[in-house]
C-alpha cells in the first residue's frame, strides 16, 4: 500500500543521482547524450510491439527496456498544419494550451534558460488515487535539425533550487518529440514520439493502461486545436494566408453577393414600376381618345 501511494519500491537503472550541473558546457552534454539516445530510438525497428492500432491516425508502439518497471513508448501519426506551426503549439510552455491535451498538468514552468535552445523546466502532475502526484525538473532542448525536423526532447535532472518534497514523487524520465515535413503535403505534419520513465514507485497496471488511452486523444486534441487556428490542410493554398485574410476575403465576396443581389432587387423593381407607368399612360391615353370620340359625335 505505501508503494502505491509513492514510495520507492525499486532502485531501476536510468543515470546517476549526480549534483545539479553548474556549467553550460555540462547542460549541453547532458542535452546531446539525450539526443544521442532518441536517434537511436528513432532509427531502431526491432523489439516494438504495437498497444494501439491506428485509432484516429495514431499508432502507439512500446518495447520492453531491462531492468524498468514500465516499457518505453513510441508514438507515431499525423497532425495539420506546418511543422512550425505543429511544434510551436507542442512545444509550448503555456500551462492553459498543455492543459487542453494533458489533463493530467498542474504546473508547468521555465526555471532557467541556458541558452536560445536550452533550458530547465518543472512540472507536477496529478496523482490518480491511490498513486501519488508526480513532479519533476529537467532540461529542456527545442532545436530545428538540417534536414527541416523540428525536435523537442528532454531528460530529467537534479536541481539544487528545486528539491524533492513529500507531497510528489520526483519521477526520473527521457522524452523526445520530432516534427517531420511531410513530404507530400506542406500543411501535414508526420510526428514522432519517445517516452521512458522510472516513475520512481509502484505504478499499477490499469494506469499504465489509462495512460496507453491517452495518447490518440491528445493527438485529436491537437488536431482540432491546429485545424481551428490554421484550417484544413486540403483547403490551403501553397501561398498560406493568416486566418485574418482569409476571413477578410470572405466578407469581401460575401459583401459583394450582397451588393449584386441589392443591385438585382432594384433593376427589379424599377422594371416593375416602368411597367406599370406605361400601363396606365395607355390606359389614360385610351380613356381620353374615347372621350375625344364622344365629343366628335356630339
Not at 37 to 43: H, K
Not at 86 to 113: G, T
Not at 199 to 216: D, E, F, H, T
Not at 276 to 294: D, G, I, M, Y
Amino acid at each position: 500500500l505505501l508503494a502505491m501511494w509513492g514510495v520507492s519500491k525499486s532502485v531501476e537503472p536510468f543515470y546517476s543521482d549526480e549534483k545539479s550541473p553548474t556549467t553550460i558546457a555540462h547542460y549541453i552534454d547532458i542535452a546531446n547524450d539525450c539526443l544521442s539516445d532518441l536517434e537511436q530510438w528513432r532509427q531502431s525497428t526491432e523489439g516494438w510491439s504495437k498497444v494501439v492500432h491506428n485509432v484516429d491516425g495514431v499508432v502507439l508502439h512500446e518495447r520492453a527496456m531491462e531492468g524498468f518497471q514500465l516499457p518505453m513508448f513510441r508514438v507515431e501519426g499525423t497532425l495539420p498544419g506546418t511543422v512550425e506551426e505543429v511544434f510551436h503549439l507542442i512545444d509550448s510552455n503555456n500551462l492553459e494550451e498543455k492543459k487542453k491535451y494533458d489533463p493530467y498538468i498542474e504546473r508547468a514552468e521555465v526555471l532557467e534558460k541556458i541558452n536560445d535552445e536550452v533550458c530547465v523546466v518543472y512540472g507536477q502532475y496529478k496523482g490518480i488515487f491511490p498513486v501519488a502526484k508526480r513532479d519533476f525538473v529537467a532540461i529542456k532542448v527545442s532545436k530545428k535539425l538540417s534536414d527541416g525536423t523540428c525536435v523537442a526532447f528532454g531528460q530529467t535532472i537534479n536541481y539544487t533550487s528545486k528539491p524533492r518534497t513529500n507531497e510528489f514523487v520526483r519521477v526520473k524520465a527521457k522524452v523526445g518529440f520530432y516534427c517531420i515535413p511531410n513530404p507530400d503535403n506542406p500543411f501535414i505534419t508526420n510526428i514522432i514520439g519517445f517516452v521512458l520513465i522510472n516513475p520512481m514507485a509502484y505504478i499499477p497496471g490499469w494506469v499504465v493502461n489509462l495512460a496507453k488511452s491517452q495518447a490518440p486523444r491528445a493527438l485529436h486534441v491537437i488536431a482540432h486545436i491546429l485545424t481551428k487556428l490554421h484550417g484544413k490542410p486540403h483547403l490551403r493554398t501553397l501561398t498560406p494566408l493568416s486566418k485574418q485574410t482569409e476571413e477578410i476575403n470572405i466578407e469581401e465576396v460575401n459583401n459583394t453577393q450582397m451588393i449584386k443581389s441589392r443591385e438585382n432587387l432594384e433593376l427589379e423593381e424599377t422594371t416593375r414600376n416602368v411597367t406599370h407607368l406605361v400601363n396606365q399612360l395607355v390606359k389614360s391615353t385610351s380613356e381620353l381618345n374615347e372621350k375625344l370620340s364622344q365629343l366628335e359625335v356630339t
